[in-house]
């Protein structure tokens, strides 16, 4: 199937590069907490636990020639945020980079968002590949020169340098989450963008550091009441009055900002009817939504709970227009998965350039593409054993009990410490981003 | 990060079955009744399963209140996972109500109508003659915070499927018998004394002699200063969430400033008065009647707990504003 973006049965997925430490032993400041292409797919952010944001750059060399693989290389590593102590209520709070997100390019120099759990700091990063020389008033080395000295004027020129590529800090839009940061979106206007905690929505302008808006708040009088939270929020991609946000009882909320200032009373309410023969103690728990992005047309938008992918039609509220499930074979591992906090995971998804596949994250390192258009999944694998140069994924299988076939893992050998919780797809080409504890994997569509 | 592999569990806490009520009121009436001992082999079967699962419940039940318990981390804990997981307690706990488990035990003893003070008399001396089974309650788990927490639990009820007589059958803890005794104005030193020593009585069995008897006496001091402090109450697990904003009027500033401050006295009264005006209790009471652990906890090793015993130091100094 030809086509940028599509993930038809085709498609067979290589390894390309990995990032990161080859040893077992994971630095905890190393652990990959988000990663995201940027709106080109040039470039490429993963954030991590330590607060670092290592920007890697596709090489754009070979692009011509459709054999090359175009690979991707460190371009910028900055220290965005720093571990700080809230002295009011003897807490630390984590450096670890939650949420980064890319702003449409609109000159040389490229622009994100990186959050924590309470600060949103704007960086510009830029190149920087020539330098004036020649200045009359001062040497090279930056020392004055004593003017009597100077007997000619001459005009400073620019000289090539070795690319320098620079990150500033530009906005910090701080103290205006009580709760732990979980989204950030920018808005399809360019100007604004949200930022969301486990109880209030906030709308900033990015020109504006000292003010937000508060557009949603589902914190209640008495806090003992309190019996759900948000879990995700993201602006429509071309409706700039609509956002979404999701919650732990698997709801989901579509707000229009033209209907009020505070935007509490939703404009529709997405939710599935549980079933109940699958009820159980833990049937809340799993139907908690860590993860909500519109597709790229802007007609769904794909939740992601702990067992399952649902496709949501903007238009139906009522139930989703698909549901695929991701490791069902956990169903009966429920209260394993609680007694050791595993159930609390919260998995990303994402969608490929033309919405025709998802993928989204499972354990044991296993990553899931479900395609929507052919209705088939296939489950493969980030390892260092399948990291040959361009060799090809094998499809794995999990078994869920009984006998299990040749090639087939069991349930019950399956690493729960190994998770993939973020995984990323470039918005026009085959490529996608698969992050490991403290790995990034690089996977490419196999060219013959 | 330990080694997270599955244990292999029943899965009658997972499963869907709709029977699971049927199966548990049959059994437990039976059991239960007054009308005698004589139990069919038929009904014997489905107590033995619904034992089971109220085993289950019970153990899923103290594995949330646990969870609740070890808020107090150095960095603030996730709300998503502490609303999610009091939900599931507040769950269990209107199962427990509504299939009458909550009253059984008090029946057990009083067949049949009366005061809700005097129910609580029931459920003491149920918890009182359980005591030389039973390991320390409340404190006990604190002791284990920061160790591998879910093996106080898990490895004994999770697992084991067995019934036993050491069934867990819901009982106030010992913190709020403390407080209840107090307030009847039974002589607070000679129960202080039984209370202590027969916490202590288990506690002195346990192989790690030095934390423990340290960790003993240490929550023997602060018990008789606070007893419901670390059993916090769900608005001082999520109230730790608030921060001092500057608007604010000066009652709400006053009050999270001493969000912190052991609060017992308050919560002795409106627990109290919740007991006198409705026996069911709320939800997030019942952190403060956790049901006995099984089995001996398994400790880790002596130096994590030690580390989490100084840890455990200057979480009680804030607390008690030392």
Known sequence: MAGAGGGGNDVQWCFSQVKGAIDDDVAEADIISTVEFNHSGELLATGDKGGRVVIFQQDTENKSQPQCRSEYNVYSTFQSHEPEFDYLKSLEIEEKINKIRWLPQKNAAQFLLSTNDKTIKLWKISERDKRPEGYNLKEEDGRCRDSTTITTLRVPVFRPMDLMVEASPRRVFANAHTYHINSISVNSDNETYLSADDLRINLWHLEITDRSFNIVDIKPANMEELTEVITAAEFHPHQCNTFVYSSSKGTIRMCDMRASALCDKHSKLFEEPEDPSNRSFFSEIISSISDVKFSHSGRYMMTRDYLSVKIWDLNMENRPVETYQVHEYLRSKLCSLYENDCIFDKFECCWNGNDSVVMTGSYNNFFRMLDRTQRRDVTLEASRESSKPRQVLKPRRVCAGGKRKKDEISVDSLDFNKKILHTAWHPQENIIAVATTNNLYIFQEKVN | ?322
């Not at chain 2, 960095?75 to 009458?100: F, K, Y």
């Not at chain 2, 002195?204 to 670390?230: A, G, K, Q, T, Y």
Request: charged share 30%; aromatic share 4%.
């Open chain 2, 1 to 322: 990060m330990s080694a997270c592999t599955l244990v292999s569990v029943s899965t009658v806490l997972g499963c869907h079955s709709c029977s699971r009520i049927d199966m548990f009121s049959k059994g437990t009436k039976r059991k239960f009744s007054d009308d005698g001992d004589e139990m069919l082999d038929e009904s014997l079967a489905g107590a033995q399963v619904s034992s089971s699962y109220s085993l289950q419940r019970q153990s899923l039940l103290d594995m949330s209140l646990i969870k609740l318990q070890l808020c107090h981390m150095l960095v603030e804990p996730n709300l998503c996972r502490s609303v999610l997981i009091a939900n599931t307690v507040r769950q269990i706990q209107e199962e427990m109500t509504h299939d009458g488990s909550w009253q059984v035990v008090t029946e057990a003893f009083c067949g049949g109508s009366q005061s809700p003070s005097e129910r609580l008399v029931a459920t003491e001396v149920l918890c009182r003659s359980r005591e030389q089974d039973a390991e320390p309650k409340l404190f006990s788990v604190l002791s284990y915070e920061g160790c591998r927490e879910e093996e106080v639990v898990a490895d004994e009820t999770l697992c084991s499927v067995s019934v036993s007589d050491t069934a867990s059958n819901v009982c106030l803890s010992e913190s709020a018998r403390h407080c209840w005794e107090r307030d009847e104005l039974v002589d607070a030193d000679r129960d202080d004394e039984t209370c202590e020593s027969s916490r202590l009585g288990p506690g002195d069995d346990e192989d790690d002699d030095d934390e423990d008897d340290d960790d003993e006496d240490e929550e023997v001091d602060i018990d008789e200063e606070s007893p419901r402090d670390n059993p916090k109450t769900m608005g001082q697990v999520f109230g730790t969430f608030e921060i001092k904003n500057g608007t604010p009027g000066p009652d709400s500033a006053l009050e999270e400033l001493f969000s912190d401050v052991d609060a017992s006295y308050y919560d002795l009264d409106t627990m109290l008065t919740g007991i006198q005006s409705a026996p069911k209790m709320g939800p997030y009471d019942l952190l403060d009647s956790l049901a006995p652990s099984h089995g001996p906890p398994s400790i880790g090793s002596p130096s994590s707990c030690r580390s989490d015993l100084n840890e455990l130091d200057h979480i009680m100094e804030i607390i008690v504003g030392s």
